[in-house]
């Protein structure tokens, strides 16, 4: 079924056998080091396993290749559009520019015959100063590969209103932004990032636990980036029956499907929509529906959604 993707991390989806072969290092060991085999405590643990694959992503030929391998298993999984996303300051251990970085990962992306744009990350951690560079990056490169801006990293040490001042800077520059929240942090922090007005929240599941911040949802035509797969490694569910999607789904709430990881959780998009169809039996009529809405909300002009959408449909 071909499918959009608004929420996948570049960092998180590099190919064990590349990890293994850039830092020459056993392939089980690069598996074990940056595949999540288990279920984290918190999204604190399920955090470290990024450090292996951004060791191996210092250089402009390693992010070429990773970027370019990430689209090519998107295509692989049926995806006609992605929205990747990732923090420029992660990859400036070998001296590169931010320049630099952004220009090789979009140079590996073009060399695939699919339709991918990049999210750039803020950093809960880090200072106004540095998510300040990342904003002045995407104005930079602004429907020139970029799309829009983010902000990751722990919600629940860095509360989303802390970055309000940001946000406030990307509204007047007309850079479209997402925000992590409702996923280590409780449902205000969705009612925070819908009030910092944010059009896509990434995760925002746990915005089921309150009646507001469903309300603001509805009523601010809010999508929201699931990840369900991602949602269980963190441990903020058990068991894919207890995951809200389904009940949001119900409520007509704007659900899109996504991996958010693909190494990190071990997962692919047609493994997770086949979970979800055996768990919450969603047909192809549902998965269609939540296409629309993620060509909807995609950070592209209404040109280009109206090709997706005929894309779609075909």
Sequence with gaps: ??????????????????????????????FN????????????E???????????????ENLKRIAKELAQDLLKDDVIYAEIRFAPHKHLENNLSLDEVITSVLEGLREVPLKTNLILCMMREYSF???LEVLKLAKKYLNKGVVAIDLAGNEALYPVLNYQKLFTIAKKENIPYTIHAGE????????????????????????????????????????????PKSNLDTNIYNTLSKHPLLNLYQKNIHTTINTDNRTVSNITLNETYQTLKDTFNFTTDDFLQMNKWAIEAAFISPKEKQELLQLLLK
């Design 46 to 60: 399920y955090l470290t396993k990024f450090a292996i694959p951004l060791k191996a992503m210092q250089t402009k």
């Design 1 to 30: 079924m071909k499918k959009i993707e608004l929420h996948v991390h570049l960092d998180g989806s590099v190919r064990p056998k590349t990890i293994s072969e850039l830092l020459n290092i056993d392939l089980k060991e690069a």
């Design 33 to 44: 080091l940056s595949c999540l085999d288990h279920q984290a405590n918190s999204l604190k």
């Design 129 to 131: 100063t540095k998510n």
């Design 184 to 227: 280590a942090d409780g449902p205000e922090s969705v009612i925070n990032a819908i009030n910092l007005k944010a059009k896509r929240i990434g995760h925002g599941i746990r915005a089921i636990e309150s009646k507001e911040a469903l309300k603001l949802i509805k009523e601010q035509n809010i999508t929201l980036e699931v990840c």
